[in-house]
């Protein structure tokens, strides 16, 4: 199975690479991925919005032969909702990262702190703490050595989506900072924050106890998640 994986904001194709090895050993074929303006911290990012990353993994998605997995972590998981949306008959599961669906009109956040075109990586004093859960010294360190600032248009644009083939395309959720049960009650209440991932047919949910960015503080536990997921589609 051909697997692309979308990373959140503020990191490239690298960020996999803890997460990878579990899926190669397998047999899957990985595919990271390094958005557009996300090359180096010194990359224009001018004029870069959300459609343009979910364009960029289109052209992924459409350079290959055969049906692909899709696997977006935080902001990523709206950039993959788009690629389901644009690409419902090429992607056989949409695995989500501590993520779900963006809905129509929706934006990934409007309230980062920009820089021009850039959004970079706020100090961590800005962060919840559940987002930072396990998430040491060590790691933080190197998170922010190799950030590279986000486009300011990819967070702050509205997604637009037209096709809603989108919702039959199986799902998965990889809960970490909430625990699946308090997504299952929010679907249950209304909360406008799952409205998309309530429509969708067929989700399941898997729960990875650890903070919002688990390809660092549990790579492994991740690697054998998204495994799991991609044996079920198969």
């Known amino acids: 199975m051909d697997i692309i994986l979308v990373p959140g904001f503020?990191?490239?194709?690298?960020?996999?690479?803890?997460?990878?090895?579990?899926l190669d050993a397998a047999g899957h074929r990985t595919h990271p991925l390094t958005l557009p303006g996300m090359e180096s911290v010194?990359?224009?990012?001018?004029?870069?919005?959300l459609r343009d990353h979910i364009d960029a993994v289109v052209a992924a998605v459409d350079a290959l032969d055969s049906r692909v997995v899709l696997v977006g972590h935080?902001?990523?998981g709206a950039i993959i909702h788009g690629v389901l949306d644009a690409r419902p008959d090429r992607v056989a599961r949409a695995i989500y990262v501590d993520s779900g669906p963006l809905g129509e009109g929706g934006v990934i956040n409007d309230e980062l702190p920009a820089d021009g075109d850039d959004v970079p990586l706020p100090p961590w004093e800005l962060f919840e703490d559940?987002?930072?859960?396990?998430l040491d010294e060590g790691l933080r360190a190197a998170f922010r050595a190799r950030?590279?600032?986000q486009p300011k248009g990819v967070a702050f644009d509205?997604?637009?989506?037209?096709?809603?083939?989108?919702?039959?395309?199986?799902?998965?959720?990889?809960?970490?900072?909430?625990?699946?049960?308090?997504?299952?009650?929010?679907i249950d209440g209304g909360h406008p924050f799952v409205a998309e991932l309530a429509r969708m047919?067929?989700?399941?949910?898997?729960?990875?106890?650890?903070g919002h960015w688990?390809?660092?503080?549990?790579p492994a536990e991740l690697g054998r998640a998204i495994l799991a997921a991609v044996d079920r589609t198969l």
């Open 10 to 22: 503020w990191l490239e194709a690298s960020s996999w690479a803890e997460v990878t090895p579990a």
């Open 74 to 76: 935080s902001g990523g």
């Open 147 to 149: 950030a590279v600032p």
């Open 42 to 49: 010194d990359a224009d990012r001018s004029g870069i919005g």
């Open 158 to 186: 509205q997604q637009h989506l037209s096709d809603e083939r989108r919702y039959d395309v199986p799902a998965t959720v990889i809960a970490c900072e909430f625990p699946s049960a308090m997504l299952k009650e929010w």
């Open 130 to 134: 559940a987002d930072l859960v396990d």
């Open 214 to 218: 688990p390809q660092f503080t549990k």
């Open 201 to 210: 047919k067929d989700v399941e949910f898997v729960d990875l106890p650890t």
